[in-house]
């Protein structure tokens, strides 16, 4: 595995921390939480719309973006889009970035726990492309895979995010079902007000299109 530095570098090039409240990734957030492994998805109303689905390993998040977001439904697949490595302190970020930076938009925290890998040997799985893992997290729960299809032009592979079949698949679509912010109860709209984003385009994520409740 590369070191977390390393691989924080696309992350750091594409972003002036002057401009941006995301954060740079020079601090280490406090330790203590043993051997858990964070999962974060960030709701991203970016020049499009997707949910970032970030997974902690190696001191870093691996980052897929997923223009549908998650579904729990196992015959549904989702691409997921590999890209850049994200320092762990974006785990905790909720926001908006502003007009004019790289990703420019409002960041909402939609769903946030642990993961635990299906099979101890993470790196293999990476490798192979084929990661079997449990979320438990506030929306999400129960098994799920991200298979590989292909390795994309730019250099970033292609993923697909599919739930497993357990007791927690679903036809229920979660994403209008639980629009809401785990960190904070707002929906997008509200986050774009608070942080003098653009409120019209982020209530458009919300539920209900265009109505700020
Ligand atoms: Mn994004």
């Known amino acids: 595995m590369k070191n977390a530095k390393a691989s924080l570098e696309e992350y750091r090039r594409k972003r002036d921390f002057q401009a941006t409240p995301?954060?740079?990734?020079?601090?280490?957030?406090?330790?203590?939480?043993?051997?858990?492994?964070?999962?974060?998805?960030?709701?991203?109303?970016?020049?499009?719309?997707?949910?970032?689905?970030?997974?902690?390993?190696?001191?870093?998040?691996?980052?897929?973006?997923?223009?549908?977001?998650?579904?729990?439904?196992?015959?549904?697949?989702?691409?997921?889009?590999?890209?850049?490595?994200?320092?762990?302190?974006?785990?905790?970020?909720?926001?908006?970035?502003?007009?004019?930076?790289?990703?420019?938009?409002?960041?909402?925290?939609w769903d946030r726990g642990r993961w635990v890998p299906e099979a101890?040997?993470?790196?293999?799985a990476l490798r192979k492309g084929d990661l079997k893992f449990t979320l438990y997290g506030e929306k999400l729960h129960g098994s799920w895979v991200l298979v590989r299809t292909r390795f994309g032009s730019s250099g970033k592979p292609q993923w697909l995010l599919i739930k497993h079949r357990d007791k927690y698949a679903s036809s229920q679509g979660i994403e209008a079902a639980k629009p809401r912010s785990v960190a904070s109860g707002r929906l997008m709209a509200d986050i774009a007000s608070a942080d003098h984003g653009d409120v019209a385009k982020a209530a458009t994520a919300d539920p209900g299109g265009s109505h700020v409740r």
Do not use: C
């Not at 970032?52 to 897929?64: A, I, K, T």
């Not at 101890?120 to 293999?124: E, R």
């Open 22 to 109: 995301e954060p740079d990734g020079s601090s280490r957030p406090a330790a203590g939480s043993g051997d858990d492994l964070l999962f974060v998805i960030q709701k991203h109303h970016a020049s499009r719309l997707h949910y970032d689905f970030r997974l902690e390993w190696g001191g870093v998040l691996l980052s897929w973006a997923i223009p549908k977001g998650p579904s729990l439904d196992p015959s549904v697949k989702r691409l997921a889009a590999q890209v850049e490595d994200h320092p762990l302190e974006y785990g905790g970020f909720e926001g908006v970035i502003p007009e004019g930076e790289y990703g420019a938009g409002t960041v909402m925290l």
């Open 120 to 124: 101890p040997d993470v790196v293999a």
